[in-house]
């Protein structure tokens, strides 16, 4: 694998190591211990985690700086997706103010996906029997914007960057970063270890991660990253700020009948299949060659644990509108993923000792317009060119034919943070700052509606007060007993479908017999009473308490709370509560962190599985 990897960057490795590869020489009766593996180390400048458009966005302003200046820089990009874009998923519609101030001539360059130009939009209140026309706020205007696929997008967005001499390494996820010896500052990233087992135990395939040790570290993770978490937790960036909140998409591509099909149109809907207690809302968007994109994005600070996104989905495509829209149809993408909808009262402090914080991971999304491409594609951008800036202000080393690992003082990254509040994304944020958190204020759902609509078309956030967000998405849970479950209808396929069937669309995959990458406390059995423990608190008060809330809340089916029948007593997989125990379905995954974000017992930790596992989104 090493020697592949040098031949793929096209140069030979810095700083080679022996890395001892054969878990005969560890004690297999012991669990793998990271620490203890030798690991190839490569020095670079930039090191990015995550090809989405923030990451890239990010790599191609660093190459562009290279190109104005003549000084060299070496970027390095790394994407957990087997290919760039196989994990991208949005609705979307893209405002291209940032791509043109990135790519001023990118209509001009082959293979671009913006295509289909929004034609018209409007809103639309549902009720259980009909659509009613809704007022349309200006900041959801599309006028100029464009329909497309975000993983087609990113995918182009990549091509872009290698062409600008970027080195991207799909099937490479960070797993951990690399701090100076005195823990104060980031010096880089390891990526994940292939070959460890559900035991924590190496198996014969296993190979080390490799250590990317850089100047800067751009966390370009999406929302809800296992790198910013650790980031943010480390350097205290949440210090003084509100929670993020964040809401789950889940949507499908379908080929609609071409009498049904209107190119261009845009259509974002309310009320129906929520309740009025329930925060989010739907969309239709009628992309290029009679593909329409269709979902619901529901707030993650909903109350009622019986609560499933995806049967909420499959609701709303029983409404009279959906039913002539898909009539003589085809279904033929699925998928889901969180998003953030803290906006600006959340987002953290954006830099750190090493490094910074760029799109998703910190939390641009514009939650009125329903749109954060451009805001994430002009964070990666303000990054780039300060992190060029200082890594350029560095003092010159001695010119050697081997890359050396830099010990210099942490670059400092606030500057870019300054940057972000003098630019138009902080002003767009700035004046919708009070929309999306009015709905958790004694205004209620109603309330907010009314104060979005005042906020949005009159006061555009020019008042002197800030609604904030006060307690995490799941401390919005409330107990099973203070809740009814909702009404779902029966499936009517091919309309609606149960949800394994859909899973088969997102063709996601992960290696057989890999450590389970969603993680309870001491699940790497550092201590084996503690993680039985662990597993016994976890489903006493999730299957007691809430009802088993992510058996429902997850989109993929990842997560069953089941009879502990025929339960093996040394297996602590098998250890429950009052005969039921969890079991985690993990191949299942589809990396859209619901599940660290609201279990109510905020107990189980999202880690990046091994490398190239996951969804293959491609037209998503």
């Known amino acids: 694998m090493l020697v592949a990897f040098s031949k793929a960057i096209g140069k030979p490795c810095r700083q080679r190591r022996l890395i001892h590869c054969s878990s005969l020489l560890f004690n297999s009766s012991q669990p793998f211990n990271p620490k203890e593996v030798e690991r190839e180390a490569d020095d670079v400048d930039v090191c990015i985690v995550g090809a989405g458009p923030a990451g890239l966005s990010a790599a191609i302003r660093l190459k562009q700086l290279e190109k104005e200046t003549g000084k060299e820089i ?117 990526t994940n270890d292939v070959g460890i087992d559900k035991q924590y135990q190496m198996k014969d395939s296993f190979e080390p991660g490799m250590m990317f040790r850089a100047k800067v570290t751009l966390l370009a993770e999406g929302a809800h990253g296992s790198l910013t978490k650790e980031a943010v937790k480390k350097f205290n960036l949440r210090e003084g700020k509100d929670p993020q909140t964040y809401g789950i998409g889940v949507k499908e591509v379908w080929r609609v009948d071409e009498k049904q099909y209107r190119p261009g149109e845009v259509i974002h809907t309310m009320g129906y299949p929520l309740d009025y207690r329930t925060y989010g809302g739907g969309w239709v968007y009628h992309m290029d060659d009679g593909l329409v994109s269709l979902g619901i994005v529901i707030g993650l600070d909903y109350a009622n644990p019986y609560l499933s996104p995806y049967r909420e989905l499959q609701k709303m495509k029983h409404h009279p509108y959906f039913r002539q829209l898909l009539a003589g149809g085809e279904r033929i993408a699925y998928g889901g993923r969180t998003i953030n909808e803290g906006g600006l009262q959340s987002l953290p402090k954006l830099h750190f000792p090493g490094g910074a914080l760029i799109g998703c991971s910190a939390g641009f999304v514009n939650v009125p317009k329903i749109k954060g491409t451009h805001n994430a594609m002009k964070s990666g951008m303000l990054a780039a060119e300060n992190a060029f800036k200082a890594i350029e202000s560095l003092p ?102 149960d949800l394994l069937t859909a899973l088969a669309l997102t063709s996601t995959n992960h290696a057989e017999n890999q450590f389970v990458h969603l993680r309870l406390p001491h699940s790497t059995l550092d201590n084996v009473e503690e993680a039985r423990k662990a597993r016994k608190d976890h489903v006493k008060t999730n299957v007691q308490e809430y009802a088993g809330l992510l058996g429902r809340a997850c989109p993929a089916g990842v997560y069953e709370y089941v009879d502990q029948a025929e339960a093996n007593p040394e297996r602590v997989e098998d250890e429950g509560w009052d005969g039921k125990k969890l079991v985690i379905n993990s191949q299942n995954c589809i990396h859209c962190k619901l599940c660290d974000i609201k279990v109510p017992t905020q107990d189980i930790t999202w880690t990046v599985p091994e490398g190239g596992g996951g969804p293959k989104y491609s037209i998503t």
């Open 74 to 190: 070496r970027v390095v990009v790394l994407e957990k997706g087997g290919e760039v874009g196989s994990h991208t998923l949005s609705g979307a519609v893209i405002e291209p103010r940032a791509l043109n101030e990135l790519l001023p001539d990118w209509s001009n360059l082959p293979g671009h996906p913006l295509t289909r130009p929004a034609t018209n939009s409007s809103m639309r209140f549902l009720t259980p029997k009909y659509s009613i026309p809704m007022p349309h706020p200006p900041q959801m205007s599309n006028k100029g914007n464009y329909i497309v696929s975000l993983s087609q997008f990113t995918s182009w967005l990549g091509t872009i960057a290698e062409e600008h001499g970027v080195e991207i390494y799909p099937g490479f996820a960070g797993s951990s970063l690399i701090y100076s010896e005195d823990g104060k500052s980031v010096r880089g990233v390891v």
């Open 396 to 497: 010159e080393t001695e010119s050697s034919e081997e890359e050396t690992e830099y010990t210099g003082p942490p670059v400092d990254m606030s500057p870019y943070e300054s940057a972000v509040k003098d630019s138009w994304v902080w002003k767009e944020l700035n004046e919708i700052r009070n929309v999306r958190p009015s709905f958790n204020t004694s205004l209620g759902i109603w309330g907010g509606m009314a104060w979005s609509g005042l906020d949005t078309l009159i006061l555009r956030g020019k008042v002197p007060w800030t609604f904030h967000n006060r307690i995490s998405d799941a401390a919005h849970t409330k107990k099973a007993s203070e809740c009814k479950p909702p009404e779902y209808p029966p499936f009517e396929p091919p309309l609606s479908t």
